[in-house]
Every structure is written in C-alpha cells, then in structure tokens.
C-alpha cells in the first residue's frame, strides 16, 4: 500500500521557521512531481509549491522569497521549508504525489503560527 507520510508542524511564532517532509513509500518516488498545499479553516485547500521530477519548481505567491521545496530521492523524502511565518500560514500541510496516472495524498500535518 502506497504511503505519504507528512512531518514537521507544529506551532511556531511569528517569524519562526519550521521544515516539513514528505516520506512516501511503494512508490518510485524519483518519477512523481510533489505538491504542498495547504488547507485553513474556512478556506479551499490551496498550492504552496511543488517540484518536478527534474527539480522545477513552482511557488504560490503567498510564499514566495520565504519557501524553498526539495526533494532527496534517495531518501524517498520532500520538504517544504517555511521561513518567516505569518499567521496567515496556519493552515494543515498536506502532501500530494502525482505521475500520471498515479495520484497520493498524505494525511497532513498541522501548522499554527501564533504568538
């Protein structure tokens, strides 16, 4: 059974940083583009970045200049790291693994910034 396994929330004040990772298992991982989104309460889950299997990139603009996705293919693992967190980032990080026609979504993990 394929697996995607999101780690690193948490609560964190303003400013702080925090680094999620995305481990995935049963897959062939180096293929798959990986997509953050996230999903506040209240609100459509929505892109944060997500990265090719070539290393592309894409940021939404909420994030832009204090993200940075990557992956470690070798470790089956990608991560967003978050800089510069504003309350408005609160929101449940969600991983979403996709090779046409193959799609995974992890369970999520919990960001809160607050003071």
């Known amino acids: 059974q394929v697996q995607l396994v999101e780690s690193g929330g948490g609560l964190v004040q303003p400013g702080g940083s925090l680094r999620l990772s995305c481990t995935a298992s049963r897959i062939n991982f180096k293929l798959y583009t990986i997509d953050w989104y996230r999903q506040a309460p209240g609100k459509q889950r929505e892109l944060v970045a997500d990265m090719d299997s070539s290393g592309n990139t894409n940021y939404a603009d909420s994030v832009k200049g204090r993200s940075s996705i990557s992956r470690d293919n070798a470790k089956n693992t990608a991560y967003l790291q978050m800089n510069n967190l504003k309350p408005e980032d609160t929101a449940v990080y969600y991983c979403?693994?996709?090779?046409?026609?193959?799609?995974?979504w992890g369970q999520g993990t919990q960001v809160t910034v607050s003071s």
């Open positions: 979403y693994a996709h090779y046409y026609p193959f799609k995974y």
